[in-house]
């Protein structure tokens, strides 16, 4: 078994601004079952932050436990990681942004990690608006203790040893629009041309965005009658619009009739291109939003896409007026301002 | 584009650059990994079988393999697969008892080998084993040819010629006729051999003709013929001051051998630029090592001498100027003549095939170049029981390339004995075997080795220019070949691709460590799809793997050109879509047997 990638590339692999190759972004080898889903989420998070021409160093990765929390292993391995308790990856996440805000925050959780064990501190994460990304590599099973239904499993889905599910299952995009969310797509490991720029896209967003990506756990879910296979998403996938991430100001390549391109401005200046596939879908009207989503699952069909997002996004730092150097960066006279201050504070409040 | 046809061994035999690349299609990185198993007999028989001269071509090979290795491409310098070749040969226990045996039976077939250079002994010792009666004449009193005539003992000690031709010579069905010149092919017919080999060689130097030239003509030679007086020890010195014309790999051992036997100031002169000329880049690099300055543009122009002494060398400066057809021309520079002096001078600006002995009135055709019209691939010559090879088939070439026109007109005589149709040409032996071992597990050593390449070590240079026989390469040591011998990157082991079993789950897309395979919608257009793929796929030489009848629709398309047969997209796939696959092929030949040679 291979431990290591070697370490030799394609002699002309193109470089970002930074000069570096995509091949600098990697981890080490996955050690998950061969052909997991999260692996291409991996791949799609490192072609990501590539594109984005991101300095490894400025990026802080935090996860939970399960599958999808072993990854973050696979990639960015010069970059920041902690690997959390199980289902405490928003706490701790919320906490380290709060004493640095200059990095750039990536949590990744499993659909057991967010939607079960840790599904108050998805919610509250959500609805505090912590300047994240936050993937949920979502495949409707616990891979770890070999296959027994998750939370999101859909129901009526079909287990690998032909069990029905008879529970409801927790839809963590409808969710997140309800409790506030900013940057909300769903997406499908087994197609990066979707899933990078929505990638892409929730980096640079500055408030909270979630991105539910379907992976499918080739081990345990990857059969006849699950919801979360390769085959099922493939034939039930309906993606609403097609999005280009765009950096810096660049000429519309094609022309498109009008209202078919809606164009985004997001605070860091980078501009969501959005060209629409479905026509009544409007992706920044959140409960426009939630009803289509809302009347299309029923249909069967598995929304994928940016689904909504707003640009004038606030995050946790603007709610609480914190200070807006990193904690790291002050010195001990501001941190510790002394006794006579703290006085002076608890008097404010009395 | 259309689905790759993997029916046929030609698509995975190019992928293997270094074997296709050479003329005799040696399975070079069979032998490569055996030797980092430390089993250099096994390697030397998967050698033998095919190149025959495992020992001589692993020091003195032109190594067309070696510009095609993929290891090349990937990082700086191909695998130094020659100089592992010698290891096998320097490294490896007995081996005539693994050898096809001579059967005692005759077929009752009588062969005439015309010459006992490469190309005569390569067919004696592929007849002999099928009980032909072979015959082997040469003028000179031992056998080799050229690799003992031109090649200096510096780069290649008589012992390993005897021991390489012994193995031809010595173990029955071959008869030699040494000290024995052919002077007539009619007189050679008439002896009743049912065929004839010639493998006479290209043996006439090409001379000079500058004035001054006639007059100075005892201190002027023949490269190919003085080279030749050296190994039969007939000239021991030269004078001080030498000057040797040519920019080819004889005049680089001219250089050196003169070098050795009191040429103190030794200079290479060449009409043309240093690019283009002939010499490998070894040895004019060999040459400039030890102290031989080699000129440029330069032309002769002027034998300078004073009553038949000769005392210097005129030369015209000149430089290349292109036409409008790209073609290259070399004109005055304008720049003063170059005068240098010498004692000596050695001419090596080619050879010419010559046939004096080969009668005009009995029916051998010739072309304008005054060489043989032969079938190219038969090599039979317009008398349907002669055939060529060798130097003498089609000009000067190399080694390799006489091994492997032995081969084949070996085929050709035996077929033709056989009473069977010579242009029917038989199959090459082709296996393919799955490598896996278990989940995760190989038999090959996939780990691929960043080591960059290793270098030979060398005699010291005050202590071998002494001597004209001190070998100056001394060979890697085992633990050197071992480390060197990681670098190959088992281009045999292909990945082979199942359509049906592939459920498109990107693991392979996204493990591949040089961005070799995509899967995206096909196009009709080679060139455009090139353009589409994950990393640009430029090196048109090298082939696209296509693989249609995907459930999306799309195909599956790896670029051959930077795969490190590493073995990962198979590791990562989770059905077995992708199997590492050891293709081994051995040409056609008149007794297959490089595996049967293995030990157990």
């Not at chain 1, 969710?175 to 997406?187: D, F, P």
Request: with cysteine.
């Amino acid at each position: 078994m291979s431990y290591l990638k070697p370490a030799l590339k394609h002699p002309s692999l193109p470089k970002n601004a930074l000069g570096f190759t995509r091949r600098d972004y990697e981890g080490s080898i996955s050690t998950l079952c061969a052909g997991c889903g999260h692996d291409s989420i991996s791949a799609s998070i490192i072609q990501s932050v590539w594109e984005l021409g991101i300095e490894p160093h400025r990026v802080a990765k935090v996860s939970g436990i399960g599958c999808s929390s072993k990854t973050p292993d696979y990639f960015l391995s010069a970059s920041h990681g902690f690997n959390s308790v199980h289902g405490r990856m928003p706490s701790v996440l919320t906490g380290a942004n709060l004493a640095n805000r200059d990095l750039i925050y990536l949590g990744v959780s499993g659909d057991g990690d967010s939607a079960s064990i840790g599904i108050g501190q998805f919610a509250h994460l959500m609805r505090r608006g912590v300047n994240m990304t936050y993937i949920v590599e979502n495949n409707g099973v616990y891979g770890l203790t070999k296959g027994q239904f998750s939370a999101t499993s859909d129901k009526g889905s079909k287990a690998k040893k032909g069990a029905i599910n008879t529970d409801e299952a927790i839809d963590l995009v409808a969710m997140a629009l309800q409790l506030g969310a900013t940057y909300v797509g769903r997406s499908f490991s087994g197609d990066k041309q979707q899933l990078v720029p929505l990638i892409k896209g929730a980096l640079s967003h500055q408030g909270v965005a979630l991105i539910d990506c379907i992976s499918p756990c080739v081990a345990f879910n990857n059969h006849e009658g699950s919801t979360k296979s390769y085959d099922y998403v493939r034939e039930h996938n309906e993606s609403v619009n097609k999005l280009d991430v765009i950096l810096g100001r660049s000429p519309i390549a094609a022309s498109y009739a009008p209202g078919e391109m809606t164009e985004v401005t997001q605070h860091d200046g980078s501009v969501l291109r959005l060209r629409k596939l479905h026509d009544d879908y409007d992706a920044t009207d959140r409960v426009a939003a939630m009803n289509y989503l809302a009347r299309h699952k029923a249909m069967g069909e598995i929304v994928t896409g940016l689904l909504f997002v707003d640009p004038e996004a606030q995050d946790l730092h603007a709610s609480l007026g914190t200070v807006a150097t990193p904690l790291n960066q002050l010195n001990d006279a501001s941190l510790c301002p002394g006794s006579s201050a703290l006085e002076k504070l608890n008097a404010g409040l009395r | 584009m259309k689905p790759t046809d993997l029916s046929s061994p030609t698509y995975f035999h190019k992928v293997v650059d270094c074997q296709w690349a050479c003329p005799a299609h040696t399975p070079v990185p069979e032998y490569i990994r055996l030797i980092s198993a430390g089993r250099y007999t096994d390697a030397y028989m998967i050698n033998w079988q095919s190149n025959v001269f495992p020992g001589i071509l692993g020091r003195t090979c032109d190594r067309p393999c070696e510009p095609a290795c993929r290891r090349g491409r990937v990082e700086e310098e191909p695998v130094a697969i020659c100089r592992l070749k010698r290891v096998a040969a320097d490294n490896k226990d007995e081996v005539l008892s693994r050898m096809t045996p001579i059967p005692a039976q005759k077929n009752g077939k009588r062969i005439a080998c015309i010459g006992a250079g490469p190309a005569s002994l390569t067919v004696a010792r592929d007849l002999a084993p099928l009980g032909y009666d072979v015959h082997v004449y040469d003028a000179e009193a031992k056998g080799g040819g050229f690799m003992w005539s031109q090649i200096p003992r510096f780069r290649l000690p008589e012992s390993v010629i005897d021991e390489e031709v012994g193995y031809i010579t010595n173990r029955g069905g071959v008869t030699t006729h040494y000290n024995t010149r052919v002077n007539s092919l009619k007189g050679m017919l008439a002896e009743g051999y049912d065929a004839v080999f010639v493998g006479c060689g290209a043996p006439r130097g090409r001379d000079l003709d500058v004035p001054g030239r006639r007059e100075a003509a005892a201190n002027i030679h023949l490269g190919i013929e003085w080279l030749a007086s050296v190994s039969f020890e007939h000239i021991e010195k030269i004078g001080r001051k030498v000057i040797v014309l040519g920019g080819g790999n004889t005049a680089m051992d001219c250089c050196r051998s003169a070098r050795r036997l009191g040429g103190e100031q030794v200079t290479v002169v060449v009409r043309s630029g240093f690019e283009e000329m002939k010499a490998s880049p070894w040895e004019k690099e060999d040459a400039m090592h030890e102290g031989i300055p080699i000129l440029n543009y330069l032309v002769p122009k002027e034998v300078l001498h004073e009553g038949g002494k000769l005392k210097a060398m005129v030369f015209e400066k000149v430089k290349a100027e292109f036409d409008a057809k790209g073609r290259r021309n070399l004109v005055p520079s304008g720049e003063p003549d170059v005068t240098i002096e010498c004692d000596d001078v050695l001419v090596a600006i080619g050879q010419e095939n010559a046939f004096p002995w080969i009668e005009r009135d009995i029916g051998m055709e010739f072309d304008r170049w005054g060489l043989p019209k032969l079938n190219e691939t038969t090599l039979q010559s317009t008398i349907p029981q002669v055939f060529f090879g060798g130097d003498a088939a089609f000009g000067p070439k190399n080694i390799i390339w006489a091994v492997a026109h032995g081969h084949e007109a070996a085929v050709s005589i035996d077929r033709f004995c056989q009473g069977q149709d010579v242009t029917a040409r038989p199959d090459p032996l082709v296996v393919m075997s799955g490598q896996k071992m278990g989940i995760h597990e190989w038999s090959y050593d996939n780990d691929v080795s960043i080591d960059l390449r290793f270098k030979v070590p060398h005699a010291d240079p005050a202590e071998s220019l002494r001597s004209i026989k001190a070998e100056v390469e001394l060979g890697y040591d085992r633990e050197l070949a071992r480390k060197e011998a990681q670098r190959c990157l088992n281009c045999d082991v292909q990945t082979v691709f199942t359509t049906q079993l592939c459920i498109e789950c990107d693991a392979c897309v996204d493990i591949c460590p040089t961005d070799s395979i995509t899967f995206t919608p096909n196009m009709e257009d080679e060139a455009a799809l090139r353009t589409t793929l994950k990393a640009p796929a430029i090196n048109t030489t090298q082939a696209l793997y296509v693989a249609d009848g995907l459930k999306t629709g799309r195909v599956m398309v790896k670029d051959e050109d930077m795969c490190l047969h590493c073995g990962l997209c198979a590791e990562r796939c989770p059905t077995g879509a992708w199997d590492m696959q050891k293709f081994f092929l051995e040409t056609a030949k008149t007794t297959n047997g490089a595996q049967a040679c293995l030990s157990r």
